[in-house]
């Protein structure tokens, strides 16, 4: 965590799209690990049109991360720590 520009990160869904690419662009190692998960009625769930927003908040993670990638749009979600400090 201390590799990436946590602060930057969204307190809402797409953190986890956020600190996946983070992840990437630190070239962090990533690793699936199974969990036991029960789903029942009362458990969180979200309405058609929060998933809608939800998707475009992942797209536009994605768009910004090329972005930075290709040098047309610098963002401190992608920066490097030694970038940070500039």
């Known amino acids: ?3 990436v520009n946590l602060s930057s990160n969204s307190d809402d869904f797409e953190f986890d799209t956020e600190i996946i690419v983070q992840g ?3 070239g962090l190692r990533i690793l699936e690990v199974p969990i ?3 789903y029942f009625d009362s458990a969180s ?3 058609f049109i ?3 927003r939800y998707a475009l908040s992942i797209v536009g993670v994605l768009t910004r991360y090329l972005l930075h990638h290709w040098g047309l749009r610098p ?3 992608f920066a ?3 970038s940070m400090t500039e």
């Open 36 to 38: 036991s998960t029960r």
């Open 75 to 77: 963002s401190r979600l």
């Open 1 to 3: 965590l201390q590799r």
């Open 45 to 47: 769930q979200i309405s």
């Open 50 to 52: 929060r998933c809608v």
């Open 24 to 26: 990437i662009v630190h």
């Open 80 to 82: 490097t720590p030694r």
